[in-house]
């Protein structure tokens, strides 16, 4: 039997360059992000004064994953803005499209609804009110 060939020093360190960038992926694309917060408000949060946000326009407030529109007619709307198809947290708004940073997905932020794959599923939402001129977004207390 033919005697294997030793590994070269070029191998072995092509190799171990591989192996930290191979993680990186992983990482840039795990549902977490680097965030913290809950994927949905867990309890009431004070989101902004409710005169930042003006009729047809909307707001991503990325520390609680949360994106709120304004209709014209004066109504607010919120959705979580955790990416349904991977998780990630949503960290762009384009007008009133959000834009998944993981896998390129976008959605409506007045409706929820998806704009561009892959996502196939639309965004959570989420209660919604003003309170004291501020508005407040989850589960009433």
């Not at 965030?35 to 949905?40: D, E, G, K, L, S």
């Not at 349904?84 to 609804?113: M, Q, R, V, W, Y």
């Amino acid at each position: 039997m033919p005697a294997r060939p030793s590994a070269t020093r070029r191998t072995v360190l092509r190799g171990a360059a591989l192996v930290p960038a191979a993680g990186l992926g992983t990482a840039a694309c795990s549902p977490t992000g680097g965030t913290t917060a809950p994927a949905t408000p867990t309890a009431p949060v004070e989101l902004g004064a409710d005169g930042e946000l003006a009729e047809g326009a909307a707001r991503l407030y990325r520390d609680h994953n949360v994106v709120v529109s304004r209709s014209a007619s004066g109504e607010l709307k919120a959705y979580s803005s955790i990416c349904t198809h991977a998780g990630c947290p949503i960290n762009k708004l384009d007008g009133t499209t959000l834009i998944c940073p993981c896998h390129g997905s976008e959605f409506d932020a007045t409706s929820g609804e998806v704009l561009k794959a892959p996502a196939t599923v639309p965004l959570s939402a989420l209660p919604v009110r003003t309170e004291n001129g501020r508005i407040v977004s989850g589960p009433a207390a």
